[in-house]
């Protein structure tokens, strides 16, 4: 219900400003011809969405390297907890022969 009332609060400004901004606008790419007529408020709505996942993008690709060595450090902890459990469960007299002294 708190994400219903929260989600209602953060819509209800874009939905004002596409009621607002109804114009239409024609967008077209350069190099061709080609000519699309939309609401003003989809053209910058749109455009928005358009930045935000391209720089969500980007975030994601440069956090590859961060999430690889998070990983590569969480199997060393595993590694080294495990090895400290072994070494733990040994009785206290057995403990590592020291080679002889010369």
């Not at 209800?12 to 596409?18: G, H, I, S, Y």
């Not at 790419?29 to 455009?47: E, F, H, K, M, N």
């Not at 993008?57 to 902890?77: D, I, S």
């Amino acid at each position: 219900m708190l994400f219903l009332i929260v989600s209602i609060i953060l819509c209800l400004p874009f939905a004002v400003f596409a009621l607002s901004n109804m114009q239409v606008v024609q967008l077209g790419i350069w190099p061709t011809d080609y000519v699309v007529s939309v609401p003003l408020s989809l053209a910058i709505l749109g455009g928005m969405a358009a930045a935000f996942l391209v720089g969500g993008l980007v975030v994601w690709v440069a956090e590859l390297g961060q999430r690889r060595r998070a990983r590569k450090a969480e199997r060393t902890v595993r590694l080294l907890e495990a090895k400290i459990e072994e070494l733990q469960a040994r009785p206290p007299g057995s403990a590592l022969a020291l080679p002889p002294a010369a």
